[in-house]
């Protein structure tokens, strides 16, 4: 399961040198490095699964997100080339990305749940992290390649076309002063 995750929700002008590089390094970085030492035995055993935690912010721009939402980007890359690079293998690849979670990450990064788009409540609003792990939890044990959590969330981002998506959040979410 690779879900390491770091960065504030910064537009990129608003980034201090270097923190576009941590966030990054932890989901991105961290995923990939762990994804090559663990596939050699996968690939032996011919059977398992690496399970990758995103975001939905991999599937539109988020206004005032630029790093964080460019390393889910990443992630969500990172997951699809791991597929076709084991296709055949017996190992397998699911890629959760939640909406809003209701986790210690808000706390964490002040400022950033004010970023969230309002177009996002279309989404379900915040989910709990109990909730996001039985549903990322089934769908790892149905062998699912992509969910989008919670299922409101995945109807809408499945439904609506990408540039709709995108200017939603750029209507309703946050605008550089």
Known sequence: MHNAGAGRWLAVDETPEGEAATMMAVPYLA?????????PAMIARGRGRHVYMTS??????????AGYSAARWAVRGLAGQVRADLR???????LLAPAEVDSPYFDHNPGTRERIPRATVLMGGRT??????????DAVEAGRRT???????ALVV???PPPVLCWLAAR???RHP
């Not at 055949?88 to 699911?94: D, E, L």
């Not at 969910?147 to 969330?153: D, E, G, M």
């Open 31 to 39: 995923a990939f490095e762990l994804t090559r030492a663990l596939t």
């Open 56 to 65: 939905v912010s991999a599937f539109l721009h988020v206004p005032g997100a």
């Open 88 to 94: 055949g293998t017996g190992v397998g690849v699911t």
């Open 128 to 137: 709990s992290t109990t909730t996001i792990a039985r549903l990322g939890a």
């Open 147 to 153: 969910a989008i959590l919670p299922r409101q969330a």
């Open 158 to 160: 499945r439904t609506t």
């Open 172 to 174: 309703t979410g946050w």
